[in-house]
């Protein structure tokens, strides 16, 4: 007998004596596991299938894996068809890190991703953190980590691998637009402490630049305008360039400083907890005329902000179009600590404009970059004109 002969007859034996007992557990069972499996019995025992196959003929066996790590597998598999980047399952570990991160400080690069048409790509750096030292840009591809290609990779193992100790370093290669070849980055991981507010006076204008929208930006925010409202400021400059977003409820409250009345943003989906409008509260923080910087690397909350205050006439457009993510994520818990985001919603603007894969186009398009040099700030220099002439 030959060798691969005896390996297929045994495979089959296996698969023999598997069938025989799932089909004996139905007889008695059929009723109940019909309300809590999942899947029909042909597709479970497609997969009890696969998991004998490789647990039997894989050279390290099966002591080599752990159950849970197979069940997270395989949540991760069944998620991933549904071909959306943002609906995800994610570990407990990675849950606990990611509440950590929308508290203001993680160990890492200071870089927001998203992935896209299979793509993984930086939607911005965080200003002043060793991603944004290194000169990565909003768009730009990450194709490898290290020696690795990520080609396949899902976003939560790219995430996590960028991430670690602060002090360690990685290297990353970046495909840009305009470049034959893939740019090599070495970087530094540190401990990012994010202050999501910087703010200063330009002549006799209120400059606001916000990074993104976490647990403390309303309040940063607040203090900022404030302290510039009485430094004299006659107009304000909003700069969301390259702020990935973060938390709705944060946006929404501060758009609500600018707006007496109105809708702020909607939301609508297949049910009707997905079906929502948040509308502005009487009052506001400021009447000053504004300008608000929008590119490439502007998404999610930032473009909820820049379209509520567009389509009510409270502030000018002014830079690139934006990145154009505006559904909505709701995290589901499960029993032992992970978690589901699921997209549950589209964003849309007051005026009933669609952001998710479409963006917002400004008022004014001006062709530029963020710079810390605010006299080569082609987008800025046009905005401060712009706010000028409203004046």
């Not at 509440?99 to 890492?108: A, K, S």
């Not at 490439?296 to 909350?301: D, H, K, W």
Request: proline share 3%.
């Amino acid at each position: 007998m030959s060798r691969r002969f005896r390996d297929i007859l045994l495979g089959i034996l296996i698969g023999s004596l598997i069938a025989g007992g799932i089909f004996s557990a139905r007889a008695s069972e059929e009723y109940d596991l019909s309300r809590i499996v999942p899947f029909s019995a042909s597709d479970l025992w497609l997969i009890k299938q696969a998991r004998t196959i490789v647990e039997t003929y894989h050279v390290d066996g099966p002591s080599e894996i752990k159950e849970k790590d197979l069940v997270y597998g395989a949540i991760h598999g069944m998620v991933k068809a549904w071909d959306d980047p943002y609906t995800r399952f994610v570990d407990p570990d990675t849950l606990k890190e990611e509440e950590i991160e929308m508290q203001g400080e993680y160990g890492g690069l200071g870089i927001y991703i998203s992935q896209r048409d299979g793509r993984t790509l930086i939607i911005s750096p965080i200003e002043g953190t060793p991603a944004d030292r290194a000169g990565l840009k909003p768009k730009d591809e990450i194709v490898k980590i290290g020696e690795e290609v990520i080609l396949g990779w899902d976003q939560n193992k790219v995430v996590d691998t960028l991430r670690g100790k602060p002090g360690t370093n990685v290297t990353i290669w970046i495909r840009r637009e305009g470049e034959d070849q893939l740019l090599k980055f070495d970087i530094k991981r540190e401990n990012i402490q994010i202050h999501t507010v910087r703010y200063e006076m330009i002549g006799d204008t209120g400059y606001l630049r916000i990074s993104q929208f976490n647990q403390k930006t309303e309040w940063e925010f607040q203090d900022a305008l404030r302290d510039i409202e009485s430094k004299g400021a006659q107009g304000l400059v909003i700069d969301l360039r390259n702020n990935p977003g973060g938390l709705l409820s944060v946006c929404v409250d501060i758009a609500d400083m600018f707006l007496e009345e109105g809708v702020i943003v909607s939301t609508r989906g297949r049910f009707d907890r997905a079906n929502e409008v948040l509308y502005a509260t009487s009052g506001t923080e400021t009447d000053l005329p504004a300008v608000v910087l929008i590119n490439e690397g502007s998404a999610s909350a930032s473009e909820i902000l820049a379209g509520a205050l567009k389509d009510h006439d409270r502030a000018v457009l002014v830079g690139k179009q934006t990145f154009g993510k505006g559904s909505v994520q709701t995290l589901f818990s499960l029993p032992d600590s992970s978690g589901i985001f699921v997209t549950i919603a589209k964003y849309y603007t007051p005026a009933g404009t669609v952001i998710d894969k479409v963006g917002l186009e400004p008022d004014i398009e001006v062709d530029g970059e963020f710079g810390k040099e605010r006299q080569e700030d082609e987008q800025l220099q046009r905005a401060l004109k712009e706010l000028n002439s409203r004046q």
